[in-house]
C-alpha cells in the first residue's frame, strides 16, 4: 500500500470545521446572559400580570398600601351596619335604644300607647316629636302635675320620676332616639353631645319639671350636629 496520499481535508482538523465555527457560536458549558428580547418579553410580562393583579384583589395605591408609607390613609369604605364603632349612627342608636327602653316599657308599654288615665302614650306625642330641650329635660329631671298629651289629659301622682342620674348622657340620647323614631314616629335623633348639654346647663335643677315651666322650650331644640336619620346634616353614607 502506497502512503496516504496528502489530501488537503487530512491535514488540518480546524481547517476542515473553520466554516462550522464560522456560522455557529461554540456552546460553552455554564450560564449564558439571556438574549436581551427575553429580557424585554419578562417586563412585559410583568407590568401586565401586575396590573391585573391590583385591579383583582382592588383599591391597590401604593401611597397606602406600601409598607413604608408614612401616612396611612383612612379605609374610605363604609363599614358594616350595626357594628358599634363604624355603623350608621341612627340605625346604631335604634338598637341600642330598643333595649334602653326596657325601663320605660313598664309605664308607657311596648307598644308606646301607654295606658289610658294614668301613663300617656309617647307613638305620636308631641312631647316626643316636638323640642328636643324639653324632651331632654322630661326624661332627664322627670315631669310632675297635670299635663296634655294628643288632647287626653293626665296628672298621674308622683309624676314621672327623673332618669338622668341612672342612665348614662349615650344611654339616654338612644332611648330617645328611639322612642322618636318608633310607632311610625319620625323625628332626628337626639345625640350624646345634645343630652350633655342639657345636663351642664341644668345642673342645678333637683326637682321634676311641671308642664307650664316647659312650655317656653314646646319647640325649642338643642343646638348640635344630627349625624344621622331623618333631618340628618349629611346625607346617610350608603
Ligand atoms: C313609672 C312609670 C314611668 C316610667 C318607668 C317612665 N315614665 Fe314617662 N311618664 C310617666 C308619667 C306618669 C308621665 C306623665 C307625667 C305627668 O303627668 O306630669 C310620663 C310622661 C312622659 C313623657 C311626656 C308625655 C308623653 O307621653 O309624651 C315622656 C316623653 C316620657 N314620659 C318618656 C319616658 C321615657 C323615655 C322613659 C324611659 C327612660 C319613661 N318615660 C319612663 C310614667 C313613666
Not at 299635663?147 to 344611654?171: C, R, W
Amino acid at each position: 500500500m502506497s502512503a496516504p496520499s496528502a489530501h488537503p481535508d487530512n491535514t488540518n482538523i480546524d481547517r476542515i470545521h473553520s466554516a462550522a465555527h464560522r456560522e455557529k457560536a461554540d456552546l460553552v458549558a455554564g450560564s449564558l446572559p439571556a438574549p436581551t428580547w427575553v429580557i424585554f418579553l419578562g417586563f412585559i410580562v410583568a407590568i401586565i400580570a401586575g396590573g391585573q393583579l391590583g385591579v383583582m384583589t382592588g383599591g391597590y395605591q401604593f401611597e397606602t398600601s406600601n409598607p413604608f408609607a408614612t401616612s396611612i390613609a383612612a379605609d374610605p369604605r363604609p363599614k358594616a351596619v350595626g357594628g358599634d364603632a363604624g355603623g350608621d349612627p341612627f340605625q346604631v342608636a335604634m338598637k341600642k335604644g330598643a333595649g334602653g327602653y326596657a325601663v320605660c316599657g313598664g309605664c308607657h308599654q311596648g307598644n308606646g300607647l301607654g295606658i289610658a288615665g294614668q301613663f300617656p302614650p309617647l307613638a305620636g306625642s308631641e312631647w316626643v316629636l316636638g323640642g328636643t330641650e324639653r324632651l331632654i329635660r322630661v326624661v332627664q329631671h322627670g315631669l310632675t302635675g297635670a299635663i296634655t298629651v294628643k288632647g287626653q289629659n293626665y296628672n298621674t301622682p308622683g309624676g314621672m320620676q327623673a332618669f338622668g342620674a341612672a342612665m348614662s348622657a349615650g344611654d339616654l340620647a338612644n332611648v330617645l332616639t328611639y322612642i322618636r323614631n318608633n310607632w311610625g314616629n319620625e323625628a332626628t335623633m337626639i345625640t350624646k353631645e345634645m343630652v350633655e348639654a342639657v345636663r351642664t346647663r341644668e345642673s342645678a335643677r333637683t326637682t321634676q319639671w311641671t308642664a307650664s315651666e316647659l312650655a317656653a322650650f314646646e319647640k325649642e331644640n338643642v343646638p348640635g350636629p344630627i349625624p344621622a336619620g331623618p333631618g340628618a346634616d349629611a346625607p346617610a353614607a350608603k
